[in-house]
């Protein structure tokens, strides 16, 4: 029994969801339009103001799949309707980012600037020089940039410097210690 595949998706209202003979799901919203290829084997229906997805059996993987399905046309619905943000801090002396043009500048103690160029549908947000918000309509997406944002300089174990996302703890390693009464 799949709690989270059995769930129906509610539609809100501007709000448009089609579902052609591939299981090709069509989302078109107030903040753009998604598209993505479900599994053949799902039954994907749409029922005046929500969307099903039905499983064919009860096989381990028709019940994996379902619970995938159901989430990942959701994620869908979200996005174009409220977008999804991830938000990055920055710690570190000399560390910063700006904006220069839709394209992120990023100084992160190279001897070149990391210069960051948005995808489609991706915009990036610096409000002060050690912040930086990504945000768009398709979740994947905006967690992919926001990883490999992090990624140029991951934070580090001593002095918890790099990149991180708000609200993300930081494992601190205690420095070395002193080598007492060694000879």
Partial sequence: MSRIGNAPITIPAGVTVTV????????????GELSRQINQDMKVTVEGATVKVER???DKQ??????????????????V???????????????????????????LGFSHPVIVEPPAGITFDV????????????KEVVGQIAAEIR?????????????????????????????????
């Fill in 151 to 183: 990624s140029f300089r991951e934070p580090e174990p001593y002095k918890g410097k790099g990149i991180h996302y708000v609200g993300e703890h930081i494992r601190r390693k205690e420095g070395k210690a002193g080598a007492k009464g060694k000879k």
């Fill in 56 to 58: 064919p059996s009860d």
């Fill in 20 to 31: 052609d003979e591939t299981n090709l799901v069509k989302v078109k919203g107030p903040k």
């Fill in 62 to 79: 028709h019940r994996s799949l379902h619970g995938l399905s159901r989430t990942l046309i959701n994620n869908m619905v979200v996005g």
């Fill in 127 to 138: 409000p002060s020089a050690t912040a930086i918000t990504v945000s768009g309509i398709d």
């Fill in 81 to 107: 309707t409220e977008g999804y943000t991830k938000n990055l801090e920055i710690a570190g002396v000399g560390y910063r980012a700006q904006k220069q043009g839709k394209n992120l500048n990023l100084s």
